[in-house]
């Protein structure tokens, strides 16, 4: 029997979740002109693009990791440590500029690495391996820094508060670098055998993939990306923090933009596309809430309701286009697999 299917049905995850963002752009701009303000202020879009950057960076390296059938909760340390590395080696001197993004971002590389063994070559799960390496950054962070610490550059600082137009400068790079994963996803064996090891591990280690390549691959990118972001929040804030990455909660809000993006928690299947998208939705929301002066705590639930919302659409999508597997009786599937009897003469 041949289902109908719906408009939600007909539609992919990123066509949803891009949907979702145009009724959150609309709402939006309903409710902040209810209140005398411009949602389409140049100054309002400023902001909402800003929001993306940072949440971007740290989305796009989870998405890789989660299509790889890992997670990453290390982030918002990672984020943090190179936050510090980077204002403390450039010491408000802008010939140590360079000196500090590469140090900064080596770093990450080799926590990402780290992550990448421990879950590819010790088998440990991804969410148990990342806590741990994450906990360890956490109390060296915690032990050896009690506030703000090192001062970044004027130039620097200039990478976090100008634009082209509305657009922040760091919102092309985050593009640039979601660019670059979408070609690495697409273009490459890497991204390739990322999906197929993510969809299933099993099968891709018989097929003659290397699994641990990609997985590692994935990690050392997503904690570079997350090194990327803390460079961000040190151009903002012109300082260093230590507690900069996990007062933004960017391990369960990132994980939360890669899901509401259609990316499924148990790998193979999910789209860079979908996690701006999702991103894009959360920095809404975030500077929605914030024009309307609601409180903080019900931005939360706000969140959350949209996340469960998202994810319940996804999982009926999937139960009503599965085919049946008993068809109905009578039905001409029923009546194809009944066997011919021939009466003898």
Do not use: W
């Amino acid at each position: 029997m041949k289902q109908r299917t719906g408009f939600f049905q007909q539609l992919s995850s990123t066509q949803i979740v891009y949907l979702v963002a145009l009724v959150t752009l609309i709402l939006g701009a309903l409710l902040v002109n209810s209140i005398g303000r411009s949602f389409f202020s140049p100054g309002n879009i400023s902001s909402i693009l800003t929001g993306t950057s940072v949440l971007g960076f740290i989305a796009i390296g989870q998405t890789l990791v989660i299509l790889a059938g890992s997670l990453d909760l290390s982030v918002p340390y990672v984020t943090s440590l190179a936050s510090l590395i980077a204002a403390g080696v450039m010491a408000n001197n802008p010939n140590n500029v360079l000196s500090a993004v590469l140090l900064t971002l080596g770093t990450a590389a080799v926590i990402g690495l780290a992550n990448g063994l421990i879950v590819a070559r010790l088998n440990v799960h991804g969410f148990i391996a990342t806590l741990g390496v994450g906990l360890i950054i956490s109390g060296y962070l915690a032990t050896n820094f009690k506030g703000s610490f090192g001062q970044t550059p004027l130039a620097f600082r200039l990478v976090g508060a100008t634009g082209i137009g509305p657009v922040p400068i760091s919102t092309i790079i985050m593009l640039a670098c979601a660019g670059l994963a979408m070609l690495l996803l697409h273009r490459t064996r890497v991204g390739h055998h990322l999906y197929a090891v993510g969809g299933d591990v099993a099968v891709a280690r018989t097929s003659g993939i290397r699994v641990d390549v990609p997985v590692i691959t994935a990690h050392v990118i997503c904690s570079v990306l997350a090194g990327m972001a803390g460079l961000l929040l040190a151009s903002r804030l012109g300082v260093g923090s230590p507690t900069v990455g996990s007062q933004g909660g960017y391990d369960l809000l990132s994980i939360a933009a890669v899901v509401l993006g259609g990316t499924l928690l148990s790998g193979g299947k999910g789209t860079i596309t979908g996690t701006l998208g999702g991103v894009l939705i959360f920095a809404m929301l975030d500077n929605i809430m914030s024009v309307m002066q609601v409180n903080p705590f019900l931005k939360d639930v706000v969140r959350g309701v949209v996340i469960v919302a998202a994810v319940a659409i996804y999982a009926r999508r999937r139960i009503v286009t599965r085919p049946e597997r008993f068809p109905a009786k009578g039905s001409a599937e029923t009546r194809a697999a009944q066997p011919v009897t021939v009466e003898g003469p």
